[in-house]
């Protein structure tokens, strides 16, 4: 998912949530991909084209630091495919990164582009380092010699990165600047997710949540579910969960349970949302927040709700909590929250999952009409970026709901159809070069 902090934050937001269970996340892919493509009978040849990624680089990035120590981090960008045009994906901070956490990240997005019918395939970048304990100039310093040594990956018809996990508008108008410098001309469109004043577009910090509330109210017309006084709940509370709260709660639900990485907090009667938001902006995360009860991130996963939304980290759902899930529909606002394990015992329980390669696509997708108005040179109001995004996440939750209902699969499997299929005929039609 590509997502984006708020741009008056001096340092980007520490995501909240730590992994409960966190095993290989590409593996966890690759079965959901591995039932696509049997249904598909992809042969053998595109099987292994369609999973192996098409480039995976890993740099050094040293940078002196304040105290005048050298120290080493570790870079990392995979483009999984590029079969549909550039390559496109976020670039997280985070001290526990992995390398397989970065492939499976840019599968998911080569599958989210195709899904919604962006002209972009999939990538993701990540640098393993903790942002809680560097400064502003160290953090600017990594993302520069990052940037440099990406020179060759990095453009705006090659590979295009974004804001995720740890990182925001200020590093994404870094990683522009510095290659426009190497570049020795302006590149705005070489990144997506940049301040407004540099090429930025309206709408596109909501984007990811936004897109959450579409297909989430798209589900409950599916499920006849009355949005006037449902419950909702959502796991993590950064931009996605706390937009995706906020929006929700404006269509009329009833927002029971949030969390951040100080824990949950429940109140049956309803969160009081605008407060929680301006609670968190003021103290920078929820701990001490009155406005509800305070409950473990298990015990929030597992509240009774008409809509749950994860909204945090890979793998909250796990075959070890699945059988305790109580909501009719879960939104899956973060990348890959249910492990594979799980999704046979969600559709035992009847529970509509929106998977995430759908639910937070609003982010590339705003991130796409951000890279268009940038080589146009042209900008949208913002009311036509949520009528287009609206548009086209309905369109695209359709086609994924009338492809799980053809093949009699769940919608996340209806999803990886859709797309695969899509990459798998267009690399026939485009051919291998040799």
Not at 131 to 144: A, G, N, Q
Not at 197 to 203: D, F, N
Request: aromatic content about 8%; glycine content about 8%; hydrophobic content about 40%.
């Amino acid at each position: 998912m590509e997502r984006q902090n708020d741009s008056q934050q001096s340092q980007p937001y520490v995501e909240p949530t730590p992994i409960t269970d966190k095993e290989n996340p590409f593996e966890s892919m690759m079965r959901r991909f591995d039932i696509a493509a049997e249904i598909l009978e992809l042969e053998d040849g595109v099987y292994s084209y369609l999973k192996t990624p098409v480039k995976q680089v890993v740099v050094s990035v040293p940078i002196g630091m304040d105290d005048g120590r050298v120290e080493i981090f570790e870079g990392y960008r995979v483009i999984h495919n590029d079969i549909l045009g550039p390559s496109k994906g976020g670039i997280r901070y985070a001290p526990d990164v992995t390398i397989d956490e970065v492939k499976a990240l840019a599968a998911w997005m080569t599958w989210k582009c195709a899904v919604m019918n962006i002209p972009f395939g999939g990538a993701k970048g990540a640098v393993k380092c903790d942002v809680t304990k560097l400064t502003p100039v160290e953090l600017e310093k990594i993302t520069r010699r990052y940037t440099s040594n990406m020179m060759d990956v990095f453009g705006p018809d090659r590979d295009i990165p974004a804001p995720d996990m740890n990182t925001n508008e200020q590093v994404m108008a870094w990683i522009m600047d510095t290659y426009s410098m190497h570049m020795r001309r302006t590149e705005t469109a070489v990144v997506t997710g940049k301040p407004l004043i540099i090429g930025g577009s309206l709408g596109r910090r909501e984007a990811t949540g936004r897109g959450c509330m579409i297909v989430t109210l798209a589900a409950m017309e599916k499920k006849k579910i009355p949005v006037k006084g449902s419950t909702v709940v959502v796991q993590g509370f950064g931009n996605v969960g706390s937009v995706s709260a906020q929006l929700l709660s404006e269509h009329g639900c009833t927002v029971t349970g949030i969390s951040d990485v100080t824990g949950g907090y429940y109140n049956k009667k309803g969160i009081n949302i605008p407060q929680a938001l301006e609670y968190a902006a003021k103290h920078k995360s929820l701990k001490g927040f009155k406005g509800g009860d305070k409950i473990t991130q298990e015990e929030l996963l597992e509240l009774p709700c008409d809509v749950l939304v994860p909204a945090a980290r890979e793998q909250q759902i796990t075959a070890k909590n699945a059988r305790k899930i109580r909501a009719k529909i879960i939104c899956e606002g973060a990348n890959g929250p249910t492990h594979a394990d799980a999704d046979p015992i969600l559709q035992d329980k009847g529970i509509l999952v929106i998977p995430d390669i759908l639910a937070n696509a609003g982010g590339v997708t705003v991130s796409y009409f951000e890279w268009a108005q940038d080589r146009a040179g042209y900008f949208w109001t913002l009311d036509r970026v949520n009528r287009r995004l609206e548009r086209m996440m309905r369109t695209s939750f359709d086609a994924v709901y009338a492809s799980a209902k053809q093949y009699n699969v769940t919608l996340r499997i209806g999803a990886y159809i859709l797309a695969i299929d899509k990459v798998a005929k267009t690399l026939k039609i485009r051919g291998i070069y040799a």
